[in-house]
């Protein structure tokens, strides 16, 4: 069969990713990505250390990076990403300015990072405050906090794992519950923290439950990469990236839905709330930490409990 007519592939934008050694969701970031966009993705180099701030800081080091950097240049990336956020918050604000300038040095093309992305997520959706949810230590997620109140912005409320391993393996049902029991107080977003963090398909649900923008690490890296070569990430129903959701869970629903106007469906038909069949769980009280041995709030009762603290 002659199938010349089809001609080639269709031109691709290329976003270079440069990922810890231990990053597992590469299949989570391409989830954002449209149709006419490839990721081009590298690791640095294994070191035998534990999730901690040792390791963010081995895994951020410019020499390190610019190797990476220099193995996507043959590929032609428009921009590059470092998809780390402990790597990128450990050294503060002047510390995540000097890896996106030791990136761009090393590549001749713009570099971003994710807690640089977040900075410019959270202004996008005017969030001054933010609950916060990480997997890491204590001491980690003290460096995120610091890295953020240098930003401008304010913890409302925090809740975090203590894991220094296998990240990638937290299940949905911790997230939502660690996010439930961060976002107390007067919270304008939560910021579901780590790369290795799996967020895709809980954002949807939290915004809907708690009624506030829901970012994510991988979610904020791929829509900072996106916008910077013109392109638009893919997220139905979640705040940044979707104009309906940005104007929260009424617009998505309720019997005055009107076609184009984002209420419903695009025959008309209202859109369910997702979040409408959500158990409420009791909040915890604004400094509830789990990580300090504290107990969590009520689960539902199909779920696991959550793994204790490392």
Excluded at 183 to 205: E, H
Excluded at 299 to 309: F, I, K, N, S, T
Aim: net charge negative.
């Amino acid at each position: 069969m002659d199938v010349s007519f089809l001609g080639g592939p269709q031109p691709q934008l290329g976003v270079g990713v440069v990922a810890p050694f231990d990053f597992a969701l590469d299949r989570e970031l391409w989830r954002w990505v449209p149709d006419d966009v490839s990721l081009h993705l590298t690791r640095t180099p294994f070191v035998p250390v534990e999730v901690g701030l040792d390791l963010a800081r081995l895994v951020s080091e410019h020499e390190t990076l610019h190797a990476a950097v220099q193995a996507l240049h043959a590929v032609s990336p428009q921009v590059i990403a470092y998809v780390c956020t402990s790597g990128s918050f450990v050294s503060g604000i002047a510390g995540e300015r000097a890896i996106c300038a030791a990136m761009t040095r090393a590549g001749t093309v713009p570099a971003l990072t994710t807690s640089g992305a977040l900075v410019e997520a959270l202004r996008e959706t005017g969030a001054r405050r933010v609950a916060v949810v990480t997997p890491y230590t204590k001491s980690v997620t003290d460096s995120l906090e610091d890295f953020l109140g240098e930003a401008g912005i304010t913890v409302t409320g925090r809740a975090y794992l203590g894991l220094t391993r296998h990240i990638w393996k937290v299940s949905y049902r911790d997230v939502v519950d660690m996010a439930r029991a961060a976002a107390v107080g007067a919270a304008d977003a939560l910021f579901l923290s780590c790369t290795n963090l799996p967020t895709y398909d809980v954002i949807p649900q939290l915004e809907a439950e708690l009624r506030m923008p829901v970012l994510s690490a991988n979610q904020v890296t791929m829509w900072a990469a996106l916008r910077a070569i013109g392109a638009a990430a893919v997220g139905p129903y979640q705040a940044l990236l979707d104009p309906v959701a940005r104007r929260g869970p009424a617009a998505m629903s309720g019997p005055a839905a009107v076609p184009g106007q984002g209420g419903g469906t695009p025959d008309g038909t209202p859109r369910a709330d997702p979040g409408a069949a959500a158990l409420a769980v009791p909040p915890a009280p604004p400094d509830t930490e789990w990580g300090d041995g504290l107990d969590p709030p009520p689960r539902l009762p199909e779920g696991p409990a959550p793994r204790p603290p490392g």
